[in-house]
């Protein structure tokens, strides 16, 4: 009831969020992922529905029901995220690239079960980078306007800025990750050309409902 009550500020608009892990695999019963509920993604999904937009969620695995009135795509690996996210991002206005992203794949990814041996050798790994997606769809030229996210250990305001310039995306959002992984409220720090401001640590939706303020206020206007 009370998403009824926000103002529809992105009517008409085309929102695509990426949310929740990926997952890596090493073998058919084995997988290298990411800690994220998907909570924040979410959040921001269900935000940006309530501010009008028509929302298409591609989604890692999480435990986490899709906010009502918002398309959702399942995807697994970080190679399958980048195929769908390509596939959806010729035709949104806005992207909020949320997912805890696998920075690698395991190159050498077994096609059966692994099995431990009688000398107890441990298999060798390879390891080989993912796409960028957020990095790729703010280089689109007709693309979204694209916002980002730095979950950061350290070093939030150099590491968050660093990172929205090299990703080239007018907004970027951080927050430290041992105070909101896995938790129920949230600190965001918005950067863009203006600098940082930060906002006070809410529940995630409260944080989300600020954050699609911020990118509505941003957003800019379509020529006609
Ligand atoms: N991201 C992405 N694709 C990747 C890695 C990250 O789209 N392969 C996105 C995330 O969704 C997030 C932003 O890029 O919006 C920053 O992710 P982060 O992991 O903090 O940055 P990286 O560039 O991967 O740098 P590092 O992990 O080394 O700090
Ligand atoms: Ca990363």
Redesign the pocket.
């Known amino acids: 009831i009370i998403g009824f009550a926000q103002p529809k500020v992105l009517a008409g608009k085309t929102a695509l969020v990426?949310a929740g892990p990926t997952s890596e695999p090493i073998d058919p019963v084995r997988v290298i992922t990411n800690r994220s509920s998907g909570k924040t993604g979410y959040a921001i999904a269900r935000a940006l529905r309530e501010a009008g937009a028509q929302v298409v969620l591609v989604s890692g695995p999480t435990a986490l029901e899709t906010p009502y009135g918002v398309t959702r795509i399942n995807v697994e690996s970080?190679r399958e995220m980048h195929g769908a996210i390509m596939q959806q991002a010729a035709t949104a206005d806005i992207f909020v690239?949320?997912?805890a992203?696998a920075?690698w794949h395991i190159a050498n990814a077994s096609s059966n079960k692994l099995k431990k041996n009688a000398v107890g050798e441990p298999p060798e790994l390879q390891f080989a980078q993912?796409?960028?997606?957020?990095a790729e769809v703010a280089q689109l030229a007709s693309g979204p306007w694209c916002v980002?996210?730095?979950?950061e250990t350290e070093n939030l305001h150099e590491?968050a800025e660093a990172?929205r310039r090299r990703?080239g995306v007018p907004l970027l959002v951080g927050n430290l990750a041992q105070h909101s992984m896995n938790a129920d409220d949230t600190t965001f720090i918005l950067f863009d050309d203006d600098g940082a401001h930060p906002l006070p640590a809410l529940p995630k939706l409260q944080a989300a409902r600020q954050l699609v303020q911020a990118i509505a206020t941003r957003l800019p206007r379509k020529p006609i």
């Open positions: 990426s970080a690239s949320v997912a992203v920075d993912n796409p960028d997606i957020l980002g996210f730095a979950a590491h990172k990703k």
